[in-house]
């Protein structure tokens, strides 16, 4: 539903670079693939690593004392009565992951080069909304409902992005006929709030021409709704984040959600920088009425909060990839249900390495500011590349970056040039692991990218 855990929206996708990944990547090398103790067929969609599969089996967000598990626990302990749903399965269909939330057949989400697939009927989830009609249809009138999972996309690599990385998602529903009840709930969220160390920016519940209502719903039955959900998530967060000499500043903008209207985004002041916690807003009647309830006479709000955003600053946890670590040095320093500041064991040194390559004959020319815009570029999709160097070299790779990116007009060719740092957070690297690694990395792209190493 709410795209929450990246600050960056889903890439464009375009015809060319779609033929591209269909002629030179990921081909399946195997009949089948076996994910959680089930085999399944291999097709021409199959693009899911080991690597990735592997990570299936961890379900760190249930695991005492991994911080994950903490601030899950810690939402819920805020949302008394809402049901929890934690264990539900990453793989799903396409038509959970897409249909069932209205993804139009073109949605570039829908991509090879964006999710992680196991054959074109069966993939790995990329948010918690997969399971959202099916826990609406279990959730009473009135009810609530909170969802916290694993999820997975393709995507960069440095210290703040991961292919696997958590969600909570959570709704409420109210009847309209109870909307009195519900502005008096209001009045009590904004007296604790009046009484509390916290400064709160509100912005308007809704906008006619950028923030509308939904064609069928009257003001008096929303406004409620959307206060109603700012107030809750404010309060959260006043639980969440600890105590200082300074009061806790969150400010509520505008946003645009596919399948929330009016929609929102919370960013909490948190040293010195805004941080963007989530994403929220009035779900949308099509998707309560495919959840069995009656949206004429029921309103939902939910909001979705990718967990390791809130988990890296609370902790002080520097790279996203030390939640997966197994060492115990990590594991030891936490206490179920406790937060507490995490202290480096060790700074080992980075070692870099870099390649370069003409992409494959018929590459288009890369367009201007490509890489700010992130992934699919003239024909090329970075998703390929950065699966393949986490595939070799899995986490002692830190950070990835494109330095340089031109266009040989005489050859009519495309080049790229990489920077791969690695860095292990548990031992100092050998300059020959690291050239091991280094040239299996590049034979790969070779083999399976048709790419020309210069």
């Known amino acids: ?114 999710s992680y697939y196991i054959n074109r009927g069966i993939m790995l989830r990329t948010h918690t909304s997969a399971h959202e009609v099916d826990i609406y249809r279990q959730t009473p009138r009135s009810g609530g409902w909170l969802c916290t999972a694993d999820v997975y996309r393709r995507d960069e690599i440095d210290r703040s992005h991961y292919p696997a990385f958590h969600q909570t998602e959570g709704a409420r529903l109210v009847n309209v006929a109870d909307m009195d009840k519900l502005k008096a709930e209001n009045e009590e969220l904004r007296r604790g709030i009046k009484a509390s160390r916290i400064i709160m920016e509100d912005c308007p519940d809704f906008d006619a021409i950028t923030n509308p209502l939904q064609a069928s719903h009257l003001p008096e039955t929303v406004l409620p709704m959307a206060q109603n959900l700012k107030l809750r998530i404010t309060t959260l967060f006043m639980s969440i984040f600890p105590p200082s000499t300074t009061p806790l500043h969150v400010r509520w903008t505008p946003d645009i959600f596919p399948w929330t209207s009016p929609s929102f985004q919370l960013e909490v002041r948190y040293r010195d920088a805004w941080l963007e916690l989530l994403g929220c807003g009035i779900i949308l009647d099509d998707t309560i009425a495919r959840g069995g309830h009656n949206p004429a006479e029921e309103r939902s709000w939910a909001f979705g909060m990718g967990i ?145 190493i210069r």
């Open 1 to 114: 539903m709410l795209q929450v855990a990246r600050a960056r929206p889903w890439r464009p996708l375009c015809a060319q670079s779609i033929q591209a990944r269909r002629r030179y990547v990921h081909a399946p090398r195997q009949r089948t693939v076996t994910v959680l103790g089930e085999t399944y067929p291999t097709d021409d969609y199959t693009n899911l690593p080991p690597t990735i599969a592997e990570l299936l089996e961890r379900r760190l967000h249930v695991t005492p004392p991994h911080p994950l598990n903490t601030i899950r626990k810690l939402i819920a302990s805020h949302f008394e009565g809402f049901k929890s749903y934690d264990d539900l399965p990453a793989v799903v269909t396409p038509a959970l992951n897409f249909d069932s939330l209205g993804f139009p057949p073109d949605h570039p989400g829908r991509a090879r080069g964006q």
């Open 308 to 452: 390791e955003r809130i988990a890296m600053p609370l902790f002080g946890v520097p790279d996203i990839r030390l939640f997966w670590s197994k060492d115990e040095r990590f594991w030891k320093q936490f206490k179920d249900g406790q937060v507490s500041k995490f202290q480096e064991f060790s700074k080992y040194p980075p070692v870099e390495r870099d390649i370069a390559f003409w992409l494959p004959v018929g590459m288009a020319k890369p367009h201007a500011a490509s890489h700010a815009a992130g992934g699919e570029v003239g024909g090329w999709e970075e998703n390929d590349l950065w699966d393949i160097i986490r595939e070799v070299g899995g986490d002692l790779v830190e950070d990835v970056k494109i330095f340089d990116d031109f266009w040989n007009e005489a050859k009519g060719r495309r080049s790229l040039a990489i920077r791969i740092t690695f860095r292990s957070m548990e031992r100092s690297l050998e300059r020959a692991e690291v050239n091991e690694i280094t040239d299996e990395i590049t034979a790969k792209l070779t083999a399976r990218l048709a790419v020309e």
